[in-house]
């Protein structure tokens, strides 16, 4: 990222900020999303994240230090959403216009459907440090920075959340012929 | 030890489901209408070396805006349009002369110069406190060290805890970053409270200690903290109360208070229980 734009923004410049906004929208969308699992509650995020983003910037002391700082806000900008909202735990919808589907897709359909499923059940919290590490793949170190934690909390905390979502997933498969599995009308 | 094959399937998911935002552009305008009515937030310690607005960065209009800062919120000053990139401005020097005429004022109008047995202002109650009421958010970013926890006659101690907690408070002085050494203790039996505990949180203007009390709800309910603490460092002579609630399952706390010149008065001894 530009320091220059980031000083320039820093000081009150509107126009630098307003580059800064748009050079930075993707990937602010990216996590939130990733996070949220829903468009209108990351669109809602970043826009959240983008604000506090303008008000915070002149606490930022290292302008280098922009992009990890940003990922943090839109991180937190998740929480705030999640805790005034219910939509985050809504699971995007499977794309279901694609036909005819072969027997592999059918299975990565049906592998990513309990993916998601198991993904809502996780806390914000958990699904922030697999999102930075394994959608962004940033490294352990890089996912600390970016949450201003140590790199031993990063590492616990990506371990709980795997933990975790293995769990979900698991007990999402247990009974046989679950409700998910007739809803999705995938043959065992 | 995380198994490196269900992290290819997961990162294999999270690319499969990525989308780009439908309307970015739309977004951004969005945010950027709200941003014309946000004031940005300098660091409380304006008189340091820091970013500063430039000529043409701010408009006058923003510039009346901005509401004066008092001493007692510690809310930064807009720095003149067009300063001078020095740490020691004319305008600065001009403040600080201005600054220091009024505390040889003060000093010399203290009631300590008035002849000894006099009465009147010297008998008066002291000038109020200055008081600047805030409020905000204590963010729990993570439990950095769980302590060592030991039994007790009345319950367990856990000593030496370490949180991180991301503060968000309209008062400067109590934001950053504050990572807090508590020490808590709780009845045994109670996953909530009642506990007692030391806080200690610090950012760049300096520092705050202090001790709380907070209980829980019964069946599950959030935590209500009462924390009186005193500034050290830039905020000597400063204490704060907060009171804070932290919903059931929520990292955030919801606090509000005041940070006041001075100490707390000292507890009063205990009222008579003869009643009439």
Not at chain 1, 80 to 98: F, M, N
Not at chain 2, 117 to 125: D, F, H, K, Q, R
Not at chain 2, 208 to 236: F, I, M, P
């Amino acid at each position: 990222m530009d320091r220059e734009l980031v000083a320039r923004a820093q000081r009150g410049d509107e126009s630098a900020f307003e580059t800064l906004a748009v050079a930075s929208h993707a990937r602010l969308y990216r996590v939130a999303r990733g996070v949220l699992r829903d468009d209108d509650a990351a669109d809602d995020a970043v826009q959240r994240t983008l604000v506090q983003m303008w008000r915070k910037l002149p606490q930022l002391r290292d302008a280098d230090r922009f992009e990890a700082w940003s990922y943090r806000l839109v991180v937190n900008a998740c929480y705030d959403e999640a805790k005034g909202s219910r939509r985050w735990t809504r699971v995007i919808p499977l794309d279901t216009h694609r036909a005819p589907v072969a027997q592999d897709e059918l299975h990565r359909v049906e592998d990513f459907d309990e993916l998601e499923h198991g993904f809502s059940r996780l806390s914000v919290e958990h699904r922030a440090v697999i999102v930075l590490r394994y959608l962004l793949d940033l490294t352990t170190d890089q996912v600390a920075d970016a949450l201003d934690i140590p790199s031993g909390t990063v590492a616990s905390r990506l371990h709980r959340a795997m933990t975790e979502l293995r769990a979900a997933i698991e007990a999402d498969a247990r009974p046989a012929g679950s409700a998910s599995q007739w809803a999705k009308g995938v043959p065992r | 030890m995380i198994d490196e094959r269900f992290a290819a399937r997961i990162s294999s998911w999270l690319r499969g489901s990525d989308r780009p935002a439908r309307q970015p552009n739309d977004n951004v305008a969005r945010a950027m209408g709200q941003i014309h009515q946000t004031r940005q937030r300098r660091r409380w310690l304006w008189f340091l070396p820091g970013p500063r607005p430039t000529a043409g960065a701010m408009d006058e209009q923003d510039l009346d805006q901005e509401s004066p800062p008092t001493s007692s919120q510690g809310r930064s000053v807009p720095a003149p349009i067009g300063g001078t990139t020095t740490m020691i401005s004319a305008t600065k020097m001009i403040g600080l002369a201005a600054s220091l005429a009024l505390v040889g004022a003060l000093a010399l109008a203290l009631p300590a110069n008035q002849p000894e047995g006099s009465v009147g202002p010297a008998a008066a109650p002291a000038e109020p406190a200055e008081m600047a009421p805030f409020s905000g958010t204590m963010r729990t970013l993570s439990i950095d060290d769980y302590g060592e926890t030991v039994a007790r006659d009345w319950g367990r101690a856990l000593m030496d805890q370490q949180w991180t907690f991301e503060h968000d408070f309209d008062d400067e002085r109590l934001n950053g970053m504050g990572r807090s050494r508590v020490n808590d203790h709780r009845i045994t039996g109670s996953s909530g409270g009642p506990k007692s505990f030391t806080l200690y949180i610090e950012n760049d203007g300096g520092s705050w200690v202090g001790t709380g009390r907070a209980y829980s709800g019964v069946n599950g309910g959030g935590w209500h903290h009462q924390t009186v603490l005193s500034g050290q460092g830039g905020y000597e002579g400063l204490t704060a109360i907060l009171a804070a609630d932290q919903p059931v399952q929520s990292s955030v706390l919801e606090v509000s208070g005041v940070v006041f010149t001075g100490g707390l008065p000292p507890l009063p001894e205990a009222a008579s229980t003869d009643f009439e």
